[in-house]
Nanobody, 115 residues
Framework: QVQLVESGGGLVQPGGSLRLSCAAS????????MGWFRQAPGKQRELVAI???????TYEDSVQGRFTISRDNAKNTVYLQMNSLKPEDTAVYYC?????????WGQGTQVTVSS
């Protein structure tokens, strides 16, 4: 089993920044994709940013240039630095770690961008 613990959500004004963290623990495979998905009210869950075990990153178009995903392998932790936040970034952000044969999700953390 794998546990994903998220932190760092909250309320921020437009133009502000937040950093999300996701720490993985348990029986961890060396092969993985790990990252962030989000779900706004009334919308489907969507990919925000992911990083794989080889270090390749992928971003959703609307966050490219504003968000940065990174990782600390020693801590089994992935971070999402979110800058220039917009009201449309408001959503519950979920951490996910997956590969062939497994798929784990965190409980989610709320990010609200509002003045």
């Amino acid at each position: 089993q794998v546990q994903l613990v998220e932190s760092g959500g909250g309320l921020v004004q437009p133009g502000g920044s937040l950093r999300l963290s996701c720490a993985a623990s348990g029986l961890l495979s060396s092969f993985y994709v790990m990252g962030w998905f989000r779900q706004a009210p009334g919308k489907q869950r969507e990919l925000v940013a992911i990083i794989n075990s080889g270090g390749t990153t992928t971003y959703e178009d609307s966050v490219q240039g504003r968000f940065t995903i990174s990782r600390d392998n020693a801590k089994n932790t992935v971070y999402l630095q979110m800058n220039s936040l917009k009201p449309e970034d408001t959503a519950v952000y979920y951490c996910r770690r997956y590969w062939s044969g497994y798929d784990y999700w965190g409980q989610g953390t709320q990010v609200t961008v509002s003045s």
